[in-house]
């Protein structure tokens, strides 16, 4: 098969864009305040309760707007302005940070309460993520998307450690209500960045756009390029969550280790994940976008076949890393692929259908793993899940197949000018 031709990848950082500098850094203030609330919510009910149960249920809370609500906060990023949904939904949680802080200072706060706050938030969240995501094209060049994408996956891996940190900092120094406080304050960072912003794709856009959600549905589903691309996105992400799900029962009954044997897998997964990103850049200019991607997912079913056989520790600490080195690197090209592919009308559209693919199955990948660990080895549960990255790279043939003939499914590719508008320079923009 012939390698389809490809935007290639510029030498300047995304970080040269004035826009994209106040839209990462607006991300991260957000994403660093999730995982605060998401840490001090769990202690939280945790110590009121003494329910891992309840803890689960606060975590769910937080999963099922996924569900719920990231289609329709599709449909609103393709009819209305995208920077405007950000905002009003930024502006939503910080009302629901209120709630929380403000019952947390007067003694009020229960973990029913915190519960329904995290579904408010996740519902914030699900609403404007794929609107925040369709922005991208408008704000850095075709030959950045993907490396842009990447750069926003160390935003969240940053926001991870940022937000858990502060929150075992604040609890210790302080109380329940600082941390609830200061997750209310960092949805200011989203607010401010969309008011810095000036995509002008975005501030001159009147698509008519069609239909709704089902619409959207149908428009994927009769794609031969954007369905693979979000099966392929599901296949890696149900690979890495059987890795979370199974390395505590690895850990213990085949490895018989301690159990600060888990952490240590899963910090060296989220090493592999963060260098991954990391080079992302460097090796997405010197390596063909197809030959990276099948090495990614062959990186994954390595890993997981690795770890599935191994009897050490050291030898599991290893096989992790190859795991969040391939999610690293097939995520920001699949991403990349659906904002690059995906005509304006139907990109936010698209992206929902992403967002659910990346985080609202993650319950159901971890229930499947933890299912078949019930009755089967969890080595074994690690080696069947191999077999997910490797149909992924049979998804990618045909995803790029697709490319080459440059169909999207029975609607024609948007000419340049229509995907992607030609951008005024801001102010401070390089």
Same mark, same amino acid.
């Given at each position: ?23 990462? !850094? ?7 305040? =999730? ?13 009121? =309760? ?9 975590? %769910? ?6 569900? %719920? ?6 449909? %609103?990023?393709?009819?209305?302005? *995208? ?18 802080? @403000? ?15 995290? +579904? ?18 408008? #704000? ?10 990447? @750069? ?25 209500? $600082? ?11 989203? @607010? ?28 994927v589903l009769r794609s031969p390029v954007i369905l693979p691309i979000l099966g392929a996105v599901i296949l890696s992400n149900a690979a890495v969550e059987c890795l979370r799900t199974m390395t505590p029962a690895f850990s213990e009954r085949v490895l018989h280790a301690p159990n600060s044997t888990t952490g240590v897998i899963i910090a060296a997964y989220s090493v592999g994940a963060t260098a991954g990103v990391a080079t992302f850049g460097l090796l997405s200019r010197r390596i063909p976008g197809y030959a990276l991607l099948v090495g990614a997912f062959v990186m994954q079913a390595a /890993? ?7 009897? =050490?520790? $050291? ?20 991403? /990349? ?9 139907? *990109? ?7 967002? #659910? ?7 159901? +990948? ?27 790279? *049979? ?6 197949? !697709? ?20 951008? =005024? ?6």
């Amino acid at each position: 098969m012939d390698e389809p031709v490809e935007p290639s990848p510029s030498k300047r950082s995304p970080f040269r864009s004035r826009d994209f500098r106040w839209y990462w !850094a607006g991300g991260l203030v957000s994403n660093a305040g =999730t995982w605060l609330q998401n840490v001090s919510g769990s202690v939280y009910v945790l110590d009121q =309760t003494h329910s891992t149960l309840l803890v689960g249920v606060l975590n %769910l809370a937080t999963f099922i707007p996924v569900f %719920l609500f990231s289609v329709p906060g599709g449909v %609103l990023a393709d009819r209305y302005d *995208r920077r405007v949904i950000v905002t009003l939904m930024s502006l939503a949680s910080i009302g629901f940070g209120l709630v929380v802080t @403000i019952c947390s200072v007067t003694g009020a706060l229960t973990a029913w309460t915190l519960i329904a706050m995290a +579904f408010c938030f996740g519902s914030a969240y699900s609403i404007s993520k794929p609107a925040m995501t369709a922005m991208l094209p408008a #704000i850095v060049p075709e030959s950045d998307i993907a490396h842009a994408t990447a @750069i926003n996956t160390l935003q969240f891996n940053m926001g991870q450690i940022a937000g858990s940190s502060l929150s075992a900092l604040l609890l210790a120094v302080a109380s329940y209500s $600082w941390a609830f406080g200061v997750n209310t304050l960092s949805f200011v960072g989203p @607010i401010v960045a969309m008011m810095m912003v000036r995509p002008a794709a975005e501030s001159r856009r009147k698509t008519a756009m069609r239909g709704g959600g089902r619409e959207g549905m149908r428009f994927v589903l009769r794609s031969p390029v954007i369905l693979p691309i979000l099966g392929a996105v599901i296949l890696s992400n149900a690979a890495v969550e059987c890795l979370r799900t199974m390395t505590p029962a690895f850990s213990e009954r085949v490895l018989h280790a301690p159990n600060s044997t888990t952490g240590v897998i899963i910090a060296a997964y989220s090493v592999g994940a963060t260098a991954g990103v990391a080079t992302f850049g460097l090796l997405s200019r010197r390596i063909p976008g197809y030959a990276l991607l099948v090495g990614a997912f062959v990186m994954q079913a390595a /890993g997981l076949l690795g770890s599935g056989l191994s009897r =050490t520790t $050291w030898v599991s600490v290893v096989c992790a890393v190859p795991v969040g080195l391939g999610i690293a690197f097939n995520i920001p090209i699949l991403s /990349g692929g659906l904002l690059r592919l995906s005509p304006d009308e139907f *990109r936010g559209r698209v992206m929902s259908f992403f967002n #659910i693919a990346m985080l609202g199955l993650r319950p159901l +990948f971890s229930l499947t793993a933890g299912g078949l660990g019930s009755f089967l080895s969890p080595g074994v549960v690690l080696i069947v899940f191999m077999c997910f990255p490797l149909v992924a790279i *049979r998804l990618s043939r045909v995803t790029y197949s !697709a490319l080459q003939q440059g169909d999207l499914g029975g609607t024609n590719r948007p000419e340049p000018s229509s995907q992607q508008p030609a951008r =005024t320079t801001a102010p401070g923009t390089s």
